[in-house]
Nanobody
Framework: QVQLVESGGGLVQAGGSLRLSCAPS????????MAWFRQAPGKEREFVCA????????DYIDPVKGRFTISRDNAKNTMYLQMNSLKPEDTAVYYC?????????????????????WGQGTQVIVSS
């Protein structure tokens, strides 16, 4: 059974940092686009950032640019999200996702429908 497992969430004060990890089991996604989404209470799940198979291409939503960094270590079959200068509005459940149909970021990479596999999510709470 293929699974994506997120870890690294927690409670942090505003201005602090966290690093999330996403480790697949059951298969490798080293050749595929992967992404992070988040869902705040009472809101829809939203795209945060995505990365191409080799890590050379990445895209971020404006609210996290300059604060979040997506990366991947294909030797470890793991994707990361380094989150710095966290704000209370970053509070959400963070999900990793994999798109088995693409290696480079397609034009619709911000859409949830593109992604074939999802993790269960990890909670991030940023206190003010």
């Amino acid at each position: 059974q293929v699974q994506l497992v997120e870890s690294g969430g927690g409670l942090v004060q505003a201005g602090g940092s966290l690093r999330l990890s996403c480790a697949p089991s059951g298969r490798s996604f080293n050749d595929n686009v992967m992404a992070w989404f988040r869902q705040a209470p009472g809101k829809e799940r939203e795209f945060v950032c995505a990365i191409s198979w080799g890590g050379h291409g990445a895209d971020y939503i404006d609210p996290v640019k300059g604060r979040f960094t997506i990366s991947r270590d294909n030797a470890k079959n793991t994707m990361y999200l380094q989150m710095n200068s966290l704000k209370p509005e970053d509070t959400a459940v963070y999900y990793c996702a994999a798109d088995v149909g693409h290696s480079l970021l397609p034009t619709n990479h911000r859409g949830r429908r593109l992604y074939d596999f999802w993790g269960q999510g990890t909670q991030v709470i940023v206190s003010s």
